[in-house]
């Protein structure tokens, strides 16, 4: 049994056990519920103060007590406590003194309930209870007949039965040899143990108890005992003389150690001799002096009530359902809402609402406020408006009920919140805070600037009986988000990255690298437009088309132009080229088409030759003189000759292409003596038309040369 006892008053009913006592009463309890009590009753209380938590180490305690001091020979007993316990369990007796003065506190089980008397004669009618709220009209119910009062059950008695001496040792006993309504305890406390010294000095004075039961005859005295208590018993364990251990709900005393040989299970014999156990009740000793009255039993069953008066208008019911120990509670502030539950589970609310107290405005049931201020105990609220910051931002729910001026009352902040007109909403529509005053619009937030607060949703739509489902959801302005710093901006202020800080900043235009200067920005060039460039690097954002192959992934937008959704692409190589239109309108392709530059094409020249002459040669009379004629060979076209020379030797021709040989030897003549005339006469023909083809050539304008590059 464990003990301990309290600094205040106790009058506490747990698990069956009932404790009642004042302040430095000594209580005891069953070890088997040490902790549980502990757990749920003194944990955490500084007025519980245990004194005792295990009866296995107080025995321990009381043998070396024993052997150290002797047996006591001015030993006292006194009675402590008496405690009620619930009717049907055993009565018991706990020594919370010592073993010098023993204090026993008494455990005595309250009786049964007696069987329910005969039905006594009516009794007077009671004063009418206070009207009940006025539910709807029900029918008029029967008068019920009266029934008679039953006489009061008998009471509950205790007595004290036989008072025993056990062995030394053993654990004090009580034992109830009545019934649970008519007790009749029966005490059984261990004698004293001799000590190592000297005899056993006269007895003291008995102090004055009850009627003592004829106590048995004392045995002879045995040997100076040595103890040594174990603990229960185990088989793997070596035993030695004077060890005690628990065996089989007895206490075994080890009389030979068998050479320390283990797995002696304790019988009675040779090697253990029984120390203790629970002995036979004994006879029923006299009985002792009344005791104090105990607390008062339970209230036993009420008698017949009067006469039943008419029946009143039924009111709400309680809900169906509920298990053993649960409780009804309030689910919310309308009439008869309740529902089961179980005390100290974890707590459960469909709604959630704060309580607060109204500013110096009027407002109804379901109007938006926002937290305003506050009293010192509660937060004061006022009408939430969607048009400005302060108004808006700080948003905490709907009324719950309407609220005259600096009354206190509920928000819903989450749940459900019904009667009220939603007749212009539908179902699951959302609902927002409006520009209106403590107002709701639903659908959609009030167009910019004004803030968007989401409030819920609408759950039922009705004019009178409609639903919102609260669930207060704050936007944020740009400067409330925990990366962005745009304290005090200026007009014309952008914001940018900034990786050191990690947060996009406020900047400037010029701060940011940006022309502040008023300037007209054209048509910005998309991706994929090609233009020229002069220099060897390409500007910002472009790059050179000259075959080069670049990754889809850094340069995806381009690549999309090309048709490349991964991989690589390759830009077109513009070097050495001229732009020309497609034949068709296309898309952009590598290197998709090529173009000759402008040559002289092949041709023919004509030439036309069609006249003919005749030719006269007059020679004149000379001197001696000599001709030397060595013609050159020559080659003519077609031709033909027609005549005869007068002197013409060694002449010869032909028809067509044809070679002419003349040899007119040289001739030396002497003095001119007459005169020779040559007459030569002959017609040419016109040739036929001649063709000239000549070969391909390339006409190269002058030119400027530039780098063609691309937007990606």
Known sequence: MAKFHSTKEIDLLWNGLYFKGPAGTFFTLPDEYYEEFVTEVTHGHPDYIWDSIDETQDLEDRVYDLEVNGVPTDATISVGTTTTSAPGGNASVVNSGTTHDAIFEFTIPRGEAGPTGATGATGATGATGATGATGATGPKGDKGDPGDDGSDGAAATITIGSTTTLTPGMSATTTNSGTSSAAI???????????????????????????????????????????????????????????????????????????????????????????????????????????????????????????????????????????????????????????????????????????????????????????????????????????????????????????????????????????????????????????????????????????????????????????????????????????????????????????????????????????????THGALMPTGAITMWATATAPTGWLFLDGATYSQATYPDLAAVFGVSSGTFTVPDMRDRFVAGAASIAALTNNAGTFAPNSANAHSHTTDIAHGHADTIAVSTHGDHTHSVNPAAFTSGSASVAGAGASGSGISYATGGHTHSIDVPATTSSAENTNLTHTVTGGVTSLASTSVTSSNGTITPKATLLNFIIKY
């Open 185 to 519: 305890l029966n005490f059984g406390i261990p004698a004293g143990i001799k000590g190592d010294t000297g005899d056993t000095g006269p007895a003291g004075a008995t102090g004055a108890t009850g009627a003592t039961g004829p106590a048995g005859a004392d045995g002879a005295d045995g040997a100076d005992a040595f103890w040594n208590f174990t603990g229960a018993y185990s088989g793997g364990a070596a035993y030695a003389v004077g060890d005690v251990a628990t065996y089989d709900g007895r206490t075994w005393y080890r009389i030979n150690a068998n050479g320390g040989n283990v797995g002696d299970t304790p019988v009675e014999g040779t090697f253990w001799t029984l120390l203790a156990e629970k002995g036979a009740t004994g006879d029923t000793g006299a009985t002792g002096a009344t005791g104090d009255t105990g607390p008062a039993g339970p209230t036993g069953d009420t008698g017949a009530t009067g006469a039943t008066g008419p029946q009143g208008d039924p009111g709400e019911g309680v809900p169906v359902g509920g298990t053993a120990g649960q409780v009804l509670t309030k689910i919310d502030s309308t009439d008869y809402n309740t529902e089961w539950a179980t005390p100290g589970a974890a707590p459960y609310t469909s709604v959630v609402k704060q309580y607060v107290k109204n500013d110096s405005t009027a407002k109804l049931k379901g109007e938006v406020v926002y937290i305003s201020s506050a009293d010192g105990t509660n937060p004061i609220v006022s009408y939430a408006d969607a048009d400005s910051e302060s108004t808006s931002s700080k948003t905490l729910g709907l009324l719950e009920t309407a609220l005259s001026a600096n009354q206190h009352g509920y928000v819903i902040t989450e749940g459900r919140l019904s009667g009220l007109d939603t007749s212009t909403a539908t179902e699951g529509q959302s609902v927002w805070l409006s520009s209106t005053s403590g107002g709701v619009v639903y659908g959609a937030p009030p167009a910019e600037p004004a803030h968007s607060v989401f409030l819920g949703f609408v759950t039922k739509a009705n004019g009178s009986t409609g639903e919102i489902f609260v669930k207060v959801q704050n936007g944020y302005e740009l400067n409330e988000l925990h990366d962005v710093s745009v304290g005090s901006p200026s007009n014309g202020d952008i914001i940018q990255w900034n990786s050191t800080s990690e947060m996009w900043e406020k900047e400037s235009l010029s701060s940011a690298g940006i022309a502040a200067a008023s300037h």
